[in-house]
Each structure stands twice: as structure tokens, then as C-alpha cells.
């Protein structure tokens, strides 16, 4: 009975998120709307109700875990901005200093949730790309050398490997 309240406590919470989504990109407050939107939200979440994140495989929602997320958030923003000026500069430059290459990545992270979230924020930023996520190493695909030898000790893991280790 537990564990059928708990995914239950998980639909809703899928389906208040959506909804949150809907309101956000509709950005209006008709009682029309917000139907249409709760109704669009119920049926997007029993459709893919096997595909969401379980209670039991993400974080508890706790305010620690929130501020944790949300500073991880403003760092990836900010290094997401450093690297848009760094690729304009190389994309600008006479010469072009670009040397594209191919880097492993070991990645020492215990949960798919962080490892996910790693590879994601790799992505995320311009100029570093990720090819191949398994289990424990990455290729990414770097746009200079330096970036190529930069992601491989790169700040974020680190971040991420402490929350993972306050569980």
C-alpha cells in the first residue's frame, strides 16, 4: 500500500509540474486554459507513467537538496556564459584556433541521476559535446584542446560527487 501511494504522490507531482509548465508557456490564468492544461498534464504523465523518475531513484525533496540544486544551477549558467564568450572568441578570431577532438571522460559518479545531470551540463555548454555516456567514462567531444583537457577534472563532478556523498 506504501509503495502504491508513493507512485501516486509521484503522478501528482508529474502532473502539478506540467501544469506548472503549461501555465508558465501559456501564461494565462483562464479557467479554460488551466483545464485544458491539468487535463494535457494527466494524460502526458499516465501515458509515460513508466518512464518516470521513481520516489526511490531521486533525492529526497528536501530544502538542503533544493539550494544544493539551485547553486548548481547558477555555476552551470555562469559556465555556460564563460564558454559562449570563449567559442565567440575562437569563431571571430583571424586564425581560428580550433583543434576539435575526441576526450575520455572517467566519470566517478554512484547514481544515473548525477551521471545524467553531469553529461547534460557537458552538453550544455558551448564547445564540449557528449558523444558516449557509460556506465564510468564519457567521450566528448571538445572543440579546442584546452577545453578537451579542462572537462576532464572539471569542477561540476566535484559538486555533484559531494552531493552524492551527504546522502
Not at 506504501?2 to 494565462?28: C, E, M, P, Q
Not at 539550494?67 to 567559442?87: C, H, P, S
Not at 576526450?103 to 559535446?129: K, Q
Request: proline share 4%; aromatic share 10%.
Amino acid at each position: 500500500m506504501d509503495k502504491l501511494k508513493s507512485n501516486w504522490l509521484n503522478y501528482i507531482g508529474f502532473t502539478l509540474l506540467l501544469l506548472g509548465f503549461w501555465i508558465a508557456v501559456s501564461g494565462t490564468f483562464d479557467l479554460p486554459q488551466l483545464v485544458v492544461g491539468l487535463v494535457s498534464a494527466a494524460f502526458v504523465v499516465y501515458f509515460n507513467r513508466t518512464l518516470l523518475i521513481t520516489s526511490q531513484e531521486r533525492p529526497a525533496v528536501t530544502l538542503k537538496n533544493v539550494l544544493w540544486l539551485t547553486g548548481y544551477i547558477l555555476v552551470l549558467v555562469k559556465e555556460i556564459f564563460i564558454a559562449n564568450f570563449q567559442i565567440a572568441w575562437l569563431v571571430l578570431h583571424p586564425k581560428m584556433p580550433i583543434y576539435p577532438n575526441l576526450v575520455s571522460v572517467e566519470v566517478d559518479l554512484e547514481t544515473t541521476g548525477s551521471r545524467t545531470l553531469f553529461g547534460n551540463s557537458i552538453t550544455m555548454c558551448p564547445g564540449t559535446l557528449t558523444v558516449l555516456a557509460d556506465e564510468k567514462d564519457y567521450l566528448v567531444h571538445a572543440l579546442t584542446k584546452e577545453s578537451g583537457i579542462a572537462i576532464q577534472d572539471w569542477h561540476l563532478m566535484t559538486r555533484l560527487k559531494e552531493m552524492e556523498g551527504d546522502k
